[in-house]
């Protein structure tokens, strides 16, 4: 079974900043990389699919990068709105597994 | 407008069963693979199985695999998830989730159904 690992598990930054969250697999995935934001009490939202598209209606300041097995999901000017936890999901191989999430707040 | 609505969940003692149910609206149900995935309380997500549109391929998560049984009704536009032998381990929020056939992602989700297993 494919690992997947996110760092940091936390994060504090303050409005405005640029805000980056990495995941890697423990082998390798090409592009089957899905980003999910999950504020709390809510359903996960997916934000990104093949490691680099835009969902739609997501805002252009979420961006994702990498291929193989190392993946970046960046936040370019982070907004009160963004405060969640975010996970990465491999879809390249079954179990369809998820990072342990990364925890993101307002400074 | 596009909606996954989950059903079913409950408080179950260890080793009884229960039948969550995901009913699909507003987009053509049979086009689509369908996922579950749980969260434990305080914890991640957790994939639990995943079944494409024919309900031909199926595949589980080693935790709940020869105990759950995921299936579908494309006529009834809904999804299931029989668990069996239930443990306390399981007890979670279980979401459906439609997937991209193309992508692999998951798009749309329930609001989720908990799950507590107790005695």
């Known amino acids: 079974d494919i690992q997947m690992t996110q760092s940091p598990s936390s994060v504090s930054a303050s409005v405005g900043d640029r805000v980056t969250i990495t995941c890697r697999a423990s082998?390798?995935?090409?592009?089957?990389l899905a980003w999910y934001q999950q504020k709390p009490g809510k359903a996960p939202k997916l934000l990104i699919y093949a490691a680099s598209s835009l969902q739609s209606g997501v805002p252009s300041r979420f961006r994702g990068s990498g291929s193989g097995t190392d993946f970046t999901l960046t936040i370019s000017s982070l907004q009160p709105e963004d405060v969640a936890t975010y996970y990465c999901q491999q879809a390249d191989s079954f179990p369809h597994s998820f990072g342990q999430g990364t925890k993101l707040e307002i400074k | 407008q596009v909606q996954l609505v989950e059903s079913g969940g409950g408080l179950v003692n260890p080793g009884g069963s229960l039948r969550l149910s995901c009913a699909a609206s507003g987009f053509t149900f049979n086009d689509y693979y369908m996922s579950w995935i749980r969260q434990a309380p305080g914890k991640g997500l957790e994939w639990v199985s995943y079944?494409?549109?024919?309900?031909?391929?199926?595949y589980y998560a080693d935790s709940v695999k020869g105990r759950f049984t995921i299936s579908r009704d494309n006529a009834k536009n809904s999804l299931y998830l029989q668990m069996n032998s239930l443990r306390a381990e399981d007890t979670a929020v279980y979401y459906c989730a439609r997937v991209d056939v193309e992508t692999n992602g998951m798009d749309v989700w329930g609001q989720g159904t908990t799950v507590t297993v107790s005695s």
């Open positions: 079944i494409t549109s024919s309900g031909r391929s199926i």
């Open positions: 082998q390798d995935i090409s592009g089957w």
